[in-house]
Each structure stands twice: as structure tokens, then as C-alpha cells.
């Protein structure tokens, strides 16, 4: 997971948005044109501007003439107010406001019952007007300028079931000053599209707070949480001895340190990415009952994720370097510092997110500066060997493996149209994409874990996806389920909601977290 700026969608997405013959009369085949070199799919960023067709739109974004407050100031004589009439009066959803081709963010908003109040980017809804007389909405926060924003949506048409589309203003201190459009779909996918290949066990609450990310080993489930407000996260463990009725054994933080993101294990050590102290030791030789050990390499760090390879521990660290941390953990309760990678980059926000390591090659999700492969054969000396990027990118999460004789990446962001993709990384001074798979714009991959040829994704709202990828160049979804519960009483409106977390340890089960939910357990895919 990342800040709320981003949650909030600030920043701007840019985008770019054979033949052959015969001669019959002298029966002689003729030469084929020389095809094109085939050069795989195009880079078109994550997000492609598409304008809804409502007719409520201003000609001039910059002159609106409509108000916040009064919904009959929204001109709808061209949309479909009937169409509106259906929509059913709750229900989560992500949209995507346009001012125009260059200024597009996302948003999520609930429409609101009398349990489950409305909201609009995480903030009480201001007025609400979901009925058979349109569909109307007004939510407002306060910007760090102290400003008061407030957007009013008027919906105009329902394209297809589960999805709005139509016109907003923004109104700054009460003052009209900018409209656009907005499409916005209902994050209940489940209602939609059934489940299938992937069949549900267990599901357990994880009391601490937000849950993002969980390891399997000796027999328990390990999962981190990030705090929520002034409610602390931390450590929380499960006997997973019976997949159908898992037992929650330990539940811990430390004074001041229990924002928690991530979590691995090698042998007796337990590795978990603290937003205070760096790497925590845990010695788990009684799985049931962590022992604290010490925390590395000691003094004030925020590492966001932690990746063990062999005898090697990646923990990668946004602040306050910016750097990649390489420990020895031959023996695994004594992790040895042997290098601190720092890749040069052009954008001074972009920091490593995630890695994975691969064959003495470093992949690391370095945000803002695109996908980075680092020679980590020496750690004296890491030279970065190449890059991809593209314009807009949030490089977040990655699985690397070999397919017929190649190095393949699969590479995902986190961001709103945040999708898969798939990589030839066997020359990293010239990495070549091969596919992609794009799920709804509104939604955002998070992270993933490949076993063999298949890929186990969490994609947020669009909940656990499995893919067959023997030819990477045509993922197959093979298995799909959505763990997101738009009424679960700890769900919002973020971007952020839904499967976030999986491990896929090969005992026959995969281990989900869910940001609302907790522990989900399901049974691997048959073969």
C-alpha cells in the first residue's frame, strides 16, 4: 500500500493512449512480403483516456454551469433518467473523474444505508439522492490549503448493470471552478461474474487492525497489519493445522512499532518489514509463541517489504534513503548487513517498493523509476543492468521465472488501472513486453506469487485471480474469486479494499488477506 495523495488520485495520469501469394497462370509460388519484426503489444501506461458519452458535459471544463448544491443545475434533458431509476440505492464504488484528456483521478465513493453510511473518499457524503428521480451525490474534504472542496455528481446513463456514468463540478469555498465527466462502476464484481476454479475454506478475523500481508511455515500463518488511526496493527498467528477451522495462537506489536507490512521466514528467524525499526527478528522454533530477537540494522527505518533468497534477506527500505538492504542469513536469527543498494533515479519521489531476486539478478519495483534489474552476484558492487518503464508508472509488485529459455518477468503497479504484465527479461539492457492483462480501469492490481506455471495474483476489488502462464505471452485465467465485501463493517471506499496479501506455500491450500476480512483459506486449483 502506498500514501493517500495517491489513494486520492492527485496526480495526473498522462497517457498516450502477411501476405502471401500464388501465380495461378504460371503455378509458381511467389516470395511473401517480409513480415514486420513482431515487437509484442503496445505501452499504452496504465490508465487510457476514455471520455463517457453523456451530454450533460460543459464545452469549456474551466467554465461549469452547474453548482454544488442544487441538482437540478446539472443539465440531464439528454441522459437516461429512467435507467437511472434502477440503480439500487447502496453499494461501493470506484470512479474515474475527467476533467479532460490530461487531468483524470479516481475516487471511490458508498452509497449509503441506514447501517452502512454513505461516504465519499473515505469522508461522511454530504447529500445523497438515489431514487427514481436520478442519482445525485455531494461529498467535500478539506485540502492542506484548509480549502473546502466539495463535488457534486449527477449521474446521466447506466452503460451496463453495476456502472454509472455522468457529469461533476468541483466547487472550492462554496465557488463553482472546475466540471468533468466520470464513470464509475460497483465494486461487487461477485454479483457479476460467479467464482470459479477456486473453492473458499476458512475465514478468520484479524483483530489487528488492517491486515496486508501473511507467511506460511511450521504449520502457522503469520500475518502483519498496518495501523488504522490510533488503533495499532502488528503480528497475528494462526495454527493452521485444520485449513477448516484455523486457530488464532498469538496476537503482538511492540511499545511504539506495530505498523507492520510485510513478513517472511527462513528457517527458525521470522522477518517482519517494520515502518519504525527496520527488519524485526522474531525466533519462531515454538511457531505458536514468537520470541522478539533484535531489530536491524538498528536505529530509526522504515522497510516496507522483506524478500529471503537462500541465504539472503532484500528488505527494502522508501525512507530515509531510498535504498534496498542486503543481509546475510546464513544463520537466519543473525542476520549480517552486507550491502545497501541505491539506484540512481530520475524522480526524486520514486523509492523500492518490493523486489524479487532471481538468479543473482535483483528485480526491484522501484515506483516512480519503472522496474530495476540489479547484479547482486557481488554485493560490494550492484550495477543496475536495465530498466523498463513508461510514463505515469507506480512499479509495485513482481514474480520472475524461466519459460522455454527465457527470463520472464510479471511486473504489476498500484494505482487506479493498475494491470499485469508480462516481460522478456532475458536481456535487461532491453526489456521487451510480451502481454498484458487488463481487468477494469477502476480497480488496481496488488501483488502476486508464481509457482510453476501458474500465477496467484491479489488484485484488490477484483479479488484473487489465477492464471496459467506456460506461454507467457497468453496468460489463461484459470481460477477467480472475489473476496471483497462492500458491507463488511471494517470496508471503505479506498482504492485499497479487497485481496491485497497471498502466499501459495504447496501444501495444497492458498492464504489470502483481505484488507476487511482477514484470513481467507482456499483450496489450490486443480491441475
Same mark, same amino acid.
Given at each position: 500500500?502506498?500514501?493517500?495523495?495517491?489513494?486520492?488520485?492527485?496526480?495526473?495520469?498522462?497517457?498516450?493512449?502477411?501476405?502471401?501469394?500464388?501465380?495461378?497462370?504460371?503455378?509458381?509460388?511467389?516470395?511473401?512480403?517480409?513480415?514486420?519484426?513482431?515487437?509484442?503489444?503496445?505501452?499504452?501506461?496504465?490508465?487510457?483516456?476514455?471520455?463517457?458519452?453523456?451530454?450533460?458535459?460543459?464545452?469549456?471544463?474551466?467554465?461549469?454551469?452547474?453548482?454544488?448544491?442544487?441538482?437540478?443545475?446539472?443539465?440531464?434533458?439528454?441522459?437516461?433518467?429512467?435507467?437511472?431509476?434502477?440503480?439500487?440505492?447502496?453499494?461501493?464504488?470506484?470512479?474515474?473523474?475527467?476533467?479532460?484528456?490530461?487531468?483524470?483521478?479516481?475516487?471511490?465513493?458508498?452509497?449509503?444505508?441506514?447501517?452502512?453510511?454513505?461516504?465519499?473518499?473515505?469522508?461522511?457524503?454530504?447529500? *445523497?439522492?438515489?431514487?427514481?428521480?436520478?442519482?445525485?451525490?455531494?461529498?467535500?474534504?478539506?485540502?492542506?490549503?484548509?480549502?473546502?472542496?466539495?463535488?457534486?455528481?449527477?449521474?446521466?446513463?447506466?452503460?451496463?448493470?453495476?456502472?454509472?456514468?455522468?457529469?461533476?463540478?468541483?466547487?472550492?469555498?462554496?465557488?463553482?471552478?472546475?466540471?468533468?465527466?466520470?464513470?464509475?462502476?460497483?465494486?461487487?464484481?461477485? *454479483?457479476?461474474?460467479?467464482?470459479?476454479?477456486?473453492?473458499?475454506?476458512?475465514?478468520?478475523?484479524?483483530?489487528?487492525?488492517?491486515?496486508?500481508?501473511?507467511?506460511?511455515?511450521?504449520?502457522?500463518?503469520?500475518?502483519?497489519?498496518?495501523?488504522?488511526?490510533?488503533?495499532?496493527?502488528?503480528?497475528?498467528?494462526?495454527?493452521?493445522?485444520?485449513?477448516?477451522?484455523?486457530?488464532?495462537?498469538?496476537?503482538?506489536?511492540?511499545? *511504539?512499532?506495530?505498523?507492520?507490512?510485510?513478513?517472511?521466514?527462513?528457517?527458525?528467524?521470522?522477518?517482519?518489514?517494520?515502518?519504525?525499526?527496520?527488519?524485526?527478528?522474531?525466533?519462531?522454533?515454538?511457531?505458536?509463541?514468537?520470541?522478539?530477537?533484535?531489530?536491524?540494522?538498528?536505529?530509526?527505518?522504515?522497510?516496507?517489504?522483506?524478500?529471503?533468497?537462500?541465504?539472503?534477506?532484500?528488505?527494502?527500505?522508501?525512507?530515509?534513503?531510498?535504498?534496498?538492504?542486503?543481509?546475510?542469513?546464513?544463520?537466519?536469527?543473525?542476520?549480517?548487513?552486507?550491502?545497501?543498494?541505491?539506484?540512481?533515479?530520475?524522480?526524486?519521489?520514486?523509492?523500492?517498493?518490493?523486489?524479487?531476486?532471481?538468479?543473482?539478478?535483483?528485480?526491484?519495483?522501484?515506483?516512480?523509476?519503472?522496474?530495476?534489474?540489479?547484479?547482486?552476484?557481488?554485493?560490494?558492487?550492484?550495477?543496475?543492468?536495465?530498466?523498463?518503464?513508461?510514463?505515469?508508472?507506480?512499479?509495485?509488485?513482481?514474480?520472475?521465472?524461466?519459460?522455454?529459455?527465457?527470463?520472464?518477468?510479471?511486473?504489476?503497479?498500484?494505482?487506479?488501472?493498475?494491470?499485469?504484465?508480462?516481460?522478456?527479461?532475458?536481456?535487461?539492457?532491453?526489456?521487451?513486453?510480451?502481454?498484458?492483462? *487488463?481487468?477494469?480501469?477502476?480497480?488496481?492490481?496488488?501483488?502476486?506469487?508464481?509457482?510453476?506455471?501458474?500465477?496467484?495474483?491479489?488484485?484488490?476489488?477484483?479479488?484473487?485471480?489465477?492464471?496459467?502462464?506456460?506461454?507467457?505471452?497468453?496468460?489463461?485465467?484459470?481460477?477467480?474469486?472475489?473476496?471483497?465485501?462492500?458491507?463488511?463493517?471494517?470496508?471503505?471506499?479506498?482504492?485499497?479494499?479487497?485481496?491485497?496479501?497471498?502466499?501459495?506455500?504447496?501444501?495444497?491450500?492458498?492464504?489470502?488477506?483481505?484488507?476487511?476480512?482477514?484470513?481467507?483459506?482456499?483450496?489450490?486449483?486443480?491441475?
Amino acid at each position: 500500500m502506498t500514501s493517500l495523495a495517491r489513494i486520492l488520485g492527485t496526480g495526473l495520469f498522462a497517457c498516450a493512449l502477411l501476405s502471401s501469394g500464388c501465380n495461378s497462370d504460371r503455378n509458381i509460388m511467389e516470395e511473401p512480403d517480409p513480415k514486420p519484426p513482431d515487437t509484442g503489444p503496445v505501452e499504452r501506461t496504465d490508465y487510457v483516456d476514455v471520455e463517457p458519452d453523456v451530454s450533460c458535459k460543459d464545452a469549456d471544463y474551466r467554465q461549469p454551469r452547474a453548482n454544488c448544491q442544487d441538482p437540478g443545475s446539472f443539465d440531464l434533458s439528454g441522459c437516461d433518467l429512467a435507467a437511472l431509476g434502477t440503480v439500487e440505492p447502496r453499494g461501493t464504488y470506484q470512479a474515474l473523474l475527467r476533467y479532460n484528456a490530461e487531468s483524470v483521478f479516481g475516487a471511490g465513493f458508498r452509497v449509503g444505508t441506514q447501517d452502512l453510511p454513505g461516504t465519499f473518499l473515505g469522508r461522511p457524503l454530504v447529500h *445523497q439522492q438515489v431514487d427514481g428521480s436520478g442519482f445525485f451525490l455531494t461529498g467535500e474534504y478539506t485540502a492542506q490549503s484548509g480549502n473546502v472542496q466539495r463535488y457534486a455528481l449527477a449521474g446521466c446513463r447506466v452503460p451496463e448493470p453495476g456502472r454509472i456514468t455522468g457529469c461533476f463540478v468541483r466547487c472550492v469555498n462554496g465557488t463553482p471552478d472546475f466540471s468533468g465527466t466520470f464513470d464509475a462502476r460497483r465494486m461487487n464484481w461477485d *454479483q457479476q461474474a460467479p467464482p470459479h476454479g477456486i473453492r473458499p475454506v476458512s475465514e478468520s478475523v484479524v483483530s489487528r487492525r488492517e491486515p496486508v500481508d501473511v507467511y506460511v511455515t511450521k504449520g502457522h500463518a503469520y500475518v502483519v497489519s498496518l495501523n488504522r488511526g490510533t488503533e495499532a496493527g502488528g503480528l497475528s498467528v494462526f495454527d493452521v493445522a485444520d485449513k477448516l477451522r484455523p486457530v488464532l495462537v498469538a496476537n503482538l506489536n511492540l511499545p *511504539q512499532d506495530s505498523n507492520w507490512n510485510g513478513v517472511w521466514a527462513k528457517g527458525d528467524a521470522l522477518y517482519v518489514a517494520s515502518a519504525s525499526s527496520g527488519v524485526i527478528v522474531y525466533d519462531i522454533s515454538r511457531p505458536a509463541d514468537p520470541q522478539y530477537v533484535r531489530s536491524l540494522p538498528g536505529g530509526p527505518l522504515n522497510v516496507h517489504t522483506v524478500f529471503v533468497d537462500g541465504d539472503r534477506l532484500y528488505a527494502m527500505a522508501p525512507s530515509p534513503n531510498r535504498e534496498t538492504l542486503l543481509f546475510d542469513v546464513a544463520s537466519p536469527l543473525e542476520p549480517r548487513l552486507l550491502s545497501r543498494i541505491v539506484v540512481p533515479r530520475e524522480n526524486e519521489s520514486s523509492y523500492p517498493h518490493d523486489a524479487f531476486a532471481y538468479q543473482d539478478r535483483l528485480y526491484i519495483n522501484h515506483a516512480q523509476s519503472g522496474f530495476v534489474v540489479v547484479d547482486v552476484t557481488r554485493p560490494e558492487n550492484t550495477p543496475v543492468l536495465g530498466t523498463y518503464a513508461f510514463a505515469g508508472q507506480f512499479s509495485h509488485a513482481s514474480a520472475v521465472g524461466t519459460f522455454g529459455g527465457r527470463t520472464i518477468a510479471f511486473e504489476g503497479g498500484e494505482r487506479y488501472g493498475a494491470h499485469l504484465r508480462v516481460l522478456d527479461v532475458s536481456n535487461p539492457a532491453n526489456i521487451r513486453l510480451i502481454a498484458q492483462v *487488463q481487468l477494469r480501469a477502476q480497480t488496481s492490481i496488488h501483488n502476486m506469487v508464481l509457482k510453476g506455471t501458474r500465477l496467484y495474483v491479489a488484485w484488490y476489488h477484483e479479488g484473487v485471480r489465477v492464471f496459467d502462464v506456460a506461454d507467457p505471452e497468453h496468460p489463461r485465467e484459470i481460477a477467480a474469486f472475489n473476496t471483497f465485501d462492500e458491507f463488511h463493517p471494517n470496508s471503505t471506499d479506498s482504492l485499497y479494499q479487497g485481496a491485497i496479501g497471498m502466499r501459495v506455500p504447496g501444501d495444497g491450500y492458498v492464504y489470502v488477506v483481505d484488507l476487511s476480512r482477514g484470513l481467507l483459506v482456499f483450496e489450490e486449483p486443480a491441475p
